[in-house]
């Protein structure tokens, strides 16, 4: 049964494109993974992408522990320990099934994955972590941009720049008020990211009125010495019936 699933899975991981695959292995009887660890990778737990892996570079640890050094520690039955933030982890899906108006084809269903989590390569496109302050006014992402992200020569594509203050804004307002959608998203580009390096982005809650939530963002170097890029952003809290309207 072992040869046989490893087979299916073709030795690419195929199947699993969120666990750590770093060389297609060649194709030989030495290959196939034992059967225990086809169990692991067809049933392990989801992974938590805003842990750190090989890819991430010394400023990208450095700031990592030092916003998780200050971070609570979830811990099962356990006070947390009064710390100023908190790291929110982050997986590549969260659909499983969409019922209501919104068709979804089966296919769209099993392979829907959350847009910055979905490239296979550790360190080729998004690698970030997002922190919170206890009382939510503010949030804080250490980033780091690969490759696959170019858009002037040497540096990130606007619209990468855009998706990540979306996520960092959006994830922010889910925090508060869950869930949400950005209504409206206003960026100023001030100055080129270099591809490799990383930023920090930093979101901070402004005021809400009713269901609507405005956030400032803003992109900086990691020693606050450049401004990368501002932003607004405003999200509008929704009924779960919202989203499953289309
Ligand atoms: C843990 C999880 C991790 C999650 C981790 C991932 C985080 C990623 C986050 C990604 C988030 C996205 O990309 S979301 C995808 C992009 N966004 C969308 O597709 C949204 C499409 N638009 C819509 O669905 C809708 O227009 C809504 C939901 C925004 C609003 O519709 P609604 O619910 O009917 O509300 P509506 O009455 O129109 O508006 C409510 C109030 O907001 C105001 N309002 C509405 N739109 C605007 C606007 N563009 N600019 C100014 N004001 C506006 C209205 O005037 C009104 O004010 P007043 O009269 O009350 O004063």
Same mark, same amino acid.
């Given at each position: 049964?072992?040869?046989?699933?490893?087979?299916?899975?073709?030795?690419?991981?195929?199947?699993?494109? %969120?666990? #750590?695959?770093?060389?297609? !292995?060649?194709?030989?009887?030495s290959?196939?993974?034992?059967?225990?660890?086809?169990?692991?990778?067809?049933?392990? #737990?989801?992974?938590?992408?805003?842990?750190?892996?090989?890819?991430?570079?010394?400023?990208?640890?450095?700031?990592? &522990?030092?916003?998780n050094?200050?971070?609570?520690?979830?811990?099962?039955?356990?006070? /947390?320990?009064?710390? $100023?933030?908190? =790291?929110?982890?982050?997986?590549?899906?969260?659909?499983?099934?969409?019922?209501?108006?919104?068709?979804?084809?089966?296919?769209?269903?099993?392979?829907?994955?959350?847009?910055? =989590?979905?490239?296979? $390569? !550790?360190?080729?496109? %998004? &690698?970030?972590?997002?922190?919170?302050?206890? &009382?939510?006014?503010?949030?804080?992402?250490?980033?780091?941009?690969?490759?696959?992200?170019?858009? !002037? !020569?040497?540096?990130?594509?606007?619209?990468?720049i855009?998706?990540?203050?979306?996520?960092?804004?959006g994830?922010?307002?889910?925090?508060?008020?869950?869930?949400?959608?950005?209504?409206n998203? /206003?960026?100023?580009?001030?100055?080129?990211?270099? *591809?490799?390096?990383?930023? *920090?982005?930093?979101?901070?809650?402004? #005021?809400?009125?009713?269901?609507?939530?405005?956030?400032?963002? #803003?992109?900086?170097?990691?020693?606050?010495?450049?401004?990368?890029?501002?932003?607004?952003?405003?999200?509008?809290?929704?009924?779960?019936?919202?989203?499953?309207?289309?």
């Amino acid at each position: 049964m072992a040869r046989n699933l490893a087979r299916i899975l073709g030795g690419c991981g195929s199947l699993v494109p %969120f666990m #750590k695959t770093p060389a297609c !292995p060649p194709r030989n009887s030495s290959s196939i993974p034992p059967a225990r660890t086809l169990v692991q990778m067809l049933f392990s #737990k989801s992974r938590d992408f805003s842990l750190p892996n090989s890819s991430w570079g010394e400023e990208m640890m450095r700031l990592y &522990e030092f916003y998780n050094g200050q971070s609570d520690v979830e811990t099962e039955g356990e006070e /947390n320990q009064g710390r $100023e933030w908190k =790291r929110l982890p982050s997986y590549n899906r969260s659909l499983k099934y969409a019922t209501g108006g919104v068709y979804l084809s089966k296919i769209i269903q099993s392979k829907a994955r959350l847009f910055t =989590r979905n490239i296979r $390569e !550790p360190g080729a496109a %998004f &690698e970030y972590v997002l922190f919170i302050n206890k &009382e939510k006014e503010r949030c804080v992402c250490v980033f780091q941009a690969g490759h696959l992200l170019e858009g !002037p !020569p040497g540096h990130v594509h606007g619209g990468a720049i855009a998706t990540m203050i979306d996520t960092v804004t959006g994830t922010h307002a889910s925090a508060i008020s869950a869930p949400v959608m950005t209504a409206n998203l /206003n960026i100023d580009y001030r100055s080129p990211i270099p *591809l490799g390096s990383t930023v *920090l982005i930093e979101s901070t809650l402004e #005021k809400t009125e009713g269901r609507k939530l405005y956030i400032s963002c #803003k992109v900086t170097s990691t020693d606050g010495s450049k401004r990368h890029t501002d932003a607004t952003a405003l999200f509008v809290s929704i009924s779960v019936a919202h989203l499953l309207k289309g």
